[in-house]
């Protein structure tokens, strides 16, 4: 069974994770500020509310959030993910998305069932892209049998584990699977998803920082496949 044909994930039992919670949305709830609230729900297609914290302010609560707690484990990063995700406004999923950044080196592909339903639970590109490119990406580098669940993804109804399954090498440069990421812009080439196109332009454009000519090549060959703005956005950095 691919780890991916798992239920929902249960938030497990954790100390660590009660500390967070409790400081995270004690420091969260008294600099909510809920006039940019409104205007940050309205950026954001309404996806979910907002507390209206500024990115500065957000992530210097966050640091006094975290500050002189241990490292986590696994447990620990799952446990404050799934809480984070069952809070309504956006900046806890966040504070959860730059936590897990932080601390996915710690955990093993058995993550992987978690990072899942975080992609796939009220998802938008906000959360989405930094899972993808940072979370994802990390678990399937440390553990390439984890392709197995990105070619299930790639060919998923939704369009969010698509959109993952592109971005998740987004970062790898010279690891990066050319081979498989090639296969997957060409599986997509024809989605009438936008994020979906927007995600094929973007991976071939990073990876064309690396290999340019492997780029220009596979646009020259697929081109007619390809929607102009995935073509576009391989294009911006290398030209043709």
């Avoid at 949305?25 to 909510?32: E, L, R, S, V």
């Avoid at 309404?46 to 966050?62: C, E, K, Q, W, Y």
Wanted: glycine letters at 4%; hydrophobic letters at 45%; charged letters at 25%.
């Amino acid at each position: 069974m691919s780890v991916t044909e798992v239920p929902s994930p249960r938030a497990p039992d954790s100390p660590l994770a009660d500390a967070v919670l409790e400081r995270l949305t004690a420091a969260y709830g008294a600099a909510a500020d809920p006039e940019r609230a409104v205007v940050m729900r309205a950026y954001m297609k309404d996806v979910a509310p907002f507390l209206g914290l500024a990115a500065p302010v957000r992530r210097a609560l966050s640091r006094t959030v975290v500050d002189g707690l241990p490292r986590p484990g696994e447990a620990d990063c799952a446990a404050v993910a799934l809480r984070c995700w069952a809070l309504p406004e956006r900046e806890y999923r966040y504070f959860a998305v730059d936590y897990l950044r932080r601390h996915v080196r710690h955990c093993s592909s058995g993550f992987l069932p978690v990072a899942r339903h975080l992609v796939t639970t009220t998802p938008w590109w906000d959360t989405v892209d930094p899972l993808a490119a940072h979370v994802v990406g990390a678990l399937v580098a440390a553990d390439p049998r984890l392709t197995a669940d990105t070619d299930d993804w790639i060919g998923a109804d939704d369009r969010w584990l698509v959109r993952t399954a592109l971005l998740h090498q987004l970062r790898l440069r010279e690891r990066t699977d050319a081979r498989r990421l090639f296969a997957y812009c060409r599986r997509q080439a024809g989605h009438q998803d936008f994020f979906v196109r927007k995600a094929i332009g973007w991976c071939l454009r990073e990876y064309a920082r690396t290999d340019p000519d492997a780029v220009r090549a596979f646009l020259a060959r697929e081109r007619g496949r390809l929607a102009p703005l995935s073509v576009r956005e391989a294009l911006k950095n290398i030209g043709g």
